[in-house]
């Protein structure tokens, strides 16, 4: 389970325990650092935040710069060796396709086949495919799957409770950090709820199946029971948080962090510079002829 | 420790209080079951002995409540977690749902409390070794059985060292070999010296454990004395409790007439030796 | 100026107006000198916003998260059906706990939705842009909420109904008039010199006047059966926050996404493009066709599930008591 190896353990770029009286054997060190997300890859290793800079900068710079060498240079120089040495280059891959496909037929009907343009290209039907819409299509798409693929390398070498975890260390409040844990845990457990809820109902003669109408029918009486049934279990959740001190302000010591170096802290303010630039060079509308 | 005066309670909304004028005591050390019917008002005192009423649910509290001869009344309810432990029914509410492991689940109160990690760490340890569930340290809290959550809840909450812990029906909702898990888990507490008080409808689980039994109806005291005669009192029948299956088997056979061998009336007698 | 950068002003001053007023009903921007103290009222209540975080609502903003994402991907998305429902949470939470607790959870709901939920399947990367309009949704929430609009109201004495029913017919007959026909007339009042206008947008805004006047009857008449004049808040409401999210959440599509979303509005934007619009006109004209009807069903539902709920869960919230009435008889 945990990659980590005691002698792994850098004391210069784990963050000092405060430990008080007592003081934390080794053991017990090795035990906490195993309590860390695994982390297969260097760049998995990297700290929450810098993986998060880098998928917004990319994010956002790719929006930026528009057009088409922009995004694709954000991608071929920044994205796709990045998961190449995180080694999820195909699973990257396959992810952004499922997100950016439902999309891409929208894109199609959008801004290819009913967007006012000159040069027409082919006709179907009521619609023509001009070169204008087909220039406009491919620049959204380029710049929607370069974003698709940055924020799914972020989300794939990134374990969620450690990106709370980093940001809590980082002077994030106890209440948000909680708050944010706790939407990955109820999520599933609302859809488990409902999955158990709707074959309940079905058993009871309810159609789901078919017709818009039926569909429907079959959604409405779901969202009742399990709003409600979700919503009641706030109470005792909320006095049992009370009774293990949750509404305590303050900073808390937690049990694991994720390593940090100056080295990354560097590439983070590099990246921060690079999107300013980005900004003022579109604002200011002096951006290279080529971009 | 704990002190009721004349405490009174209602629920906010509602016209009638659920506890009325108690004067209750609980000294370090004691370990005291809570009986009474449903609609009692055991929850309810529960709440009140923590702090929770009204701090954290509203209502109107009449009287006083103090911890070592401390009003507790005003006292934000953070602070009380770390004198005071309530455990509930519900194992499944009481999973934080933010941790991974059930070893940061049961560190979470002493964390929240702003422990440091060394201190956490060594509370942590000692409450999964004294409740005996070292072995689901690194198991994930969602994937456990309503007993061994119950435990994990219970665990997390002697991780604060608490100076009285009390325990609103904890089996209500487990089946019996969680049931089983927990009754053991209530002997091992016991054993740490802390003060406990038990709400329970399974007398079962408070005979032999309990130094004390108070027994609730209507929201008053209707009987507060040692726990081997109270357990055996008709009162309790009186009020709707059933009394342990050893008291029932005594006076099966006393209603019987029959002649029993020494070691089943020994055994009736709880007498556990026997 | 050109019309679209009016639209957005005019959602930008929307917010702030909303947020000004929500600033006071949350007591912070109160000057007026403490008779004790001689410090602005207000100061005391900076705790105010604080004070909406309980830990209750701390609770309650995950699942009303998940309510938002659970919903809006299955309705939305697998259901096809051109409706978002993906505000019931942060409703729900503006409503009972006030409005920056609303907005709060609304920015949360899509900033989690990307980053936290990023690389599990129920993870989004294009929600992230929105999360201003969900930050404004919440806040709006919170607004009625105080001023108690999702309030049941039985047995309303007649009197009070009819006023009631003609303040909300007019209510909601000027922002068709001024906030929604003009998208579809280029500026041209529904009075003015019609003829001048594309037939094919002649048709709709014909079309959608007789929506628009249907959906007025029909509250009418829900009123004057249920006699509860609680429905016209609700829907004046609903109304008002759909027409504002629409003005702020088009240029965001427009400008991120070149107006699709990837559910079944895309399809009226394409319909609005081929008659022809602008892109971000016609992305204007589905937001304002599509938001105001999803965001008054999303109010109806929540109203509905804050009456379903029993008084003692409401009551234990911020906002509660405030928002949904005290206990009658």
């Known amino acids: ?291 | 420790m704990l002190e009721l005066r004349g405490v009174a309670y209602r629920y906010p909304g509602y016209a009638r209080s659920v506890l009325q004028d108690l004067d209750i005591a609980i000294d370090r050390h004691e370990i005291v079951g809570l009986v009474g019917p449903n609609e009692a008002g055991k929850s309810t005192l529960c709440l009140v002995a923590a702090g929770l009423a009204p701090a954290s649910i509203g209502g109107t509290l009449t009287g006083s409540v103090l911890m070592d001869g401390k009003p507790i009344a005003g006292l934000p309810v953070h602070e009380l977690a770390a004198w005071v432990g309530l455990v509930f029914q519900d194992p499944n509410t009481q999973r934080s749902g933010v941790t991974g492991t059930v070893f940061e689940e049961v560190a979470l109160g002493s964390v929240n409390l702003g422990r440091p990690v060394a201190e956490t760490v060594a509370r942590t340890r000692s409450s999964l070794a004294t409740l005996r569930i070292e072995h689901l340290a690194d198991r994930d809290p969602m994937r456990l059985s309503g007993g061994q959550a119950q435990l994990v809840a219970i665990a997390s909450i002697l991780a604060m060292e608490p100076r009285l812990f009390i325990l609103d029906e904890p089996t209500a909702q487990l089946d019996p070999e969680g049931t089983r898990l927990v009754g053991q888990a209530l002997r091992r507490l016991a054993a740490t010296g802390t003060a406990l008080l038990i709400a329970e409808h399974k007398t079962d689980l408070l005979d032999g454990l309990c130094t004390r039994i108070i027994a609730l109806d209507g929201g008053r005291v209707v009987l507060d004395g040692p726990a081997d005669t109270a357990l055996e009192s008709d009162g309790l029948t009186g009020i709707g409790i059933q009394p342990p299956a050893r008291v029932r088997l005594a006076r099966a056979i006393k209603a019987s007439g029959l002649r029993v061998p020494d070691e089943l009336e020994q055994v009736a007698a709880g007498d556990r030796s026997a | 100026m050109s019309g679209r950068w009016v639209r957005i002003l005019a959602g930008v001053v929307a917010t702030l107006v909303a947020i000004i007023i929500g600033l006071s009903a949350s007591g912070t921007l109160d000057a007026t000198p403490d008779p004790e103290t001689g410090l602005p009222a207000g100061a005391h209540r900076i705790d105010s916003i604080a004070s909406q975080f309980t830990t209750r609502t701390i609770v309650l903003i995950p699942i009303a998260i998940a309510i938002n994402i659970v919903l809006g991907q299955t309705v939305g998305t697998a259901l096809k059906i051109p409706l978002y429902l993906d505000s019931i949470g942060t409703i729900l939470v503006g409503v009972l706990a006030g409005p920056i607790a609303g907005a709060v959870t609304g920015l949360l709901a899509n900033l989690i939705w990307t980053f936290v939920l990023a690389g599990t399947p129920f993870g989004s990367p294009f929600a992230w842009p929105y999360a201003i309009v969900a930050a404004e949704i919440g806040l709006l929430a919170g607004i009625f909420g105080y001023y108690g609009f999702f309030r049941n109201r039985p047995n309303t004495p007649t009197p009070q109904l009819v006023v009631g029913t003609v303040i909300s017919v007019v209510v909601l007959g000027a922002l068709a008039l001024w906030g929604i026909l003009p998208a579809y007339t280029e500026g041209v009042t529904f009075f003015g010199d019609l003829a001048s206008v594309d037939p094919i947008f002649q048709l709709v805004a014909i079309a959608i006047a007789i929506v628009l006047v249907l959906a007025l009857v029909a509250l009418v008449v829900q009123l004057l059966v249920r006699r509860n004049l609680g429905v016209a808040y609700v829907v004046v409401g609903g109304a008002i926050c759909g027409v504002i999210s629409a003005l702020i959440s088009a240029p965001i599509t427009e400008i991120f996404f070149g107006g699709v979303t990837g559910s079944g509005s895309d399809l009226l934007v394409a319909a609005f493009q081929q008659a022809g619009s602008t892109l971000s006109n016609a992305v204007l004209q589905q937001g304002l066709i599509q938001d105001p009807i999803d965001k008054t069903l999303t109010y109806i539902v929540v109203f509905a599930l804050l009456h379903t709920l029993s008084r003692r869960f409401t009551a234990r919230f911020p906002q509660g008591e405030r928002a949904v009435g005290v206990e009658e008889g």
């Open chain 1, 1 to 291: 389970m945990a990659w980590r190896r005691a002698d792994q353990i850098d004391s210069a770029t784990a963050p000092p325990a405060r430990t008080g009286g007592a003081s934390l054997s080794p053991a017990d060190a090795t035990y906490l650092a195993s309590l860390a997300p695994p982390a297969p890859t260097t760049y998995h290793r990297l700290n929450p935040l810098t993986k998060a800079a880098a998928a917004t900068v990319a994010t956002l710079a790719a929006f930026i710069l528009g057009g088409y060498i922009g995004p694709l240079t954000i991608l071929v120089v920044g994205v796709l060796p990045a998961a190449f040495a995180a080694g999820i280059l195909l699973k990257l891959g396959r992810f952004a396709l499922l997100i950016s496909l439902p999309v891409a037929v929208s894109v199609a009907l959008v801004s290819v086949f009913t967007r006012a343009g000159e040069t027409v290209l082919f006709v179907i039907g009521p619609f023509d495919a001009t070169l204008e819409g087909v220039d406009f299509a491919g620049q959204i798409m380029v710049r929607l799957i370069v974003v698709a693929m940055a924020l799914g390398l972020f989300g794939l070498t990134t374990d969620p409770r450690a990106l709370v975890v980093d940001l809590e260390h980082r002077g994030m409040p106890p209440r948000v950090a909680f708050a944010a844990a706790a939407t990955l845990e109820t999520i599933p457990a609302m859809i488990d709820r409902a999955t158990t809820i709707q074959a309940a109902q079905r058993a009871r003669g309810l159609d789901t199946e078919g017709s818009l109408r039926a569909r429907l029918r079959g959604v409405m009486p779901l969202i009742g029971p399990v709003i409600l049934s979700s919503l009641t279990e706030v109470e005792e959740r909320s006095l049992a948080l009370e009774v293990r001190a949750f509404g305590r302000p303050g900073r808390r010591d937690l049990l694991w962090s994720l390593p940090d170096s100056s080295r990354q802290r560097f590439v983070r303010w590099l990246l921060l510079v690079v999107l300013v630039a980005v900004i003022a060079a579109r604002v200011t509308g002096s951006m290279p002829a080529f971009l």
